[in-house]
């Protein structure tokens, strides 16, 4: 069974992050909430494992200093899935 990683922020924070990653969802948190549980209710359907991983603004901004990677949502995927697999 595949596993399906998903950012878990508080509404705080996802106000942050809209300004500090590039192309992050500019959606209300309760929009995007909303969002976000119809594309875990459709990994879901397909069989897959759904695993939400904690993450604040001054992680991945540490993340990318860190690396030397772009502050975009690309960027922010690929934490979100590091984090949540390692």
Do not use: N
Not at 2 to 9: C, D, H, L, N, S
Not at 47 to 75: L, N, Q, W
């Amino acid at each position: 069974m595949a596993i399906q990683y998903f950012a878990k922020v508080t509404a705080s924070d996802h106000e942050t992050l809209q300004r500090i990653v590039k192309h992050y969802p500019l959606s209300s948190y309760a929009d995007w909430h909303l969002k976000e549980m119809s594309r875990m209710s459709d990994w879901r359907s397909r069989r897959h494992a759904i695993k939400m991983v904690p993450v604040t603004p001054e992680e991945f901004e540490a993340y990318c200093k860190e690396r030397g990677v772009p502050s975009d949502i690309i960027t922010f995927k690929a934490f979100v899935c590091e984090k949540g697999g390692g």
